[in-house]
């Protein structure tokens, strides 16, 4: 079993739908990151966090430490939102080295 | 700031030739990072270096071999390129102020070994 679990896969909405992607993780942590690669490739962070919740635009991250799960919400969603969303933990005994989730590919239709 | 830049972005390879892959920041980052991804998985640490002449073992090590002679450039070696080390590698780098910050990625190489 992976330390970090995402859900859904593969996720396909609507054009102003709002979107929801977990992700679990089984170990403790440190921080959890959210990231973003585009369809050329390019990967970016969206957020860092270790405790609460972060919004940044129409993107909203939320972690529960005591169930050890975050979730990732894009409001009003646009065709330009369609990527791999990846989900990363810093574990508490591994320093700044990141575990990775195998992402969840979302495409939003016009 | 052009951020962390890799090259080549692409390149073949034939079983056994030898190759290095360089990254390079300019943001002053201490921390820098080695990855492959793959279908199906997750990014996956190769190599990490948390400062300037130190290198150290991640999850997929075996097969590679890095050097950090310079704060600001990562070198990725393949001494005897494998057909599964096809993958695409991104260098990643981040800051150590009082805890770790966001890892900065660069754009990727995507490499095939015949």
């Known amino acids: 079993k992976n330390e970090v679990e995402q859900s859904p896969q593969n996720l396909t909405a609507q054009e102003g739908e709002f979107i929801t992607i977990n992700c679990s993780y089984s170990?403790?942590?440190?921080?959890l990151h959210w990231l973003q690669q585009h369809p050329g490739g390019g990967i970016v962070s969206l957020f860092m966090?270790?405790?609460g919740k972060k919004k940044h635009g129409r993107l909203i991250a939320t972690i529960n430490i005591q169930e050890k799960h975050s979730s990732l919400h894009i409001t009003a969603s646009h065709p330009r939102d369609s990527a791999v969303y990846i989900c990363?933990?810093?574990?508490?005994?591994?320093?700044?080295?990141?575990?990775f989730g195998e992402g969840t590919q979302l495409t939003v239709n016009p | 700031n052009a951020g962390v830049t890799q090259t080549p972005k692409f390149r073949v390879l034939k079983t056994g030739q030898s190759m290095t892959l360089l990254c390079a920041q300019d943001?002053?980052?201490?921390?820098m990072y080695w990855y492959r991804q793959d279908p199906g998985m997750g990014l996956r640490l190769i190599h990490y270096?948390?400062?300037?002449?130190?290198?150290a073992k991640g999850e997929v090590p075996d097969g590679y071999n890095v050097s950090r002679l310079k704060k600001q450039n990562f070198l990725l070696g393949l001494e005897s390129a494998a057909p599964s080390q096809t993958s695409v590698y991104f260098c990643?780098?981040?800051?150590?102020?009082?805890?770790?910050?966001?890892?900065?990625f660069g754009p990727g190489t995507r490499l095939t070994v015949l």
């Open positions: 170990v403790g942590i440190s921080a």
């Open positions: 943001m002053n980052h201490e921390y």
């Open positions: 270096s948390v400062g300037e002449g130190t290198t």
């Open positions: 966090l270790s405790s």
């Open positions: 990643a780098s981040s800051a150590w102020v009082t805890s770790t910050d966001t890892q900065y």
């Open positions: 990363a933990v810093e574990l508490r005994t591994s320093g700044s080295r990141l575990t």
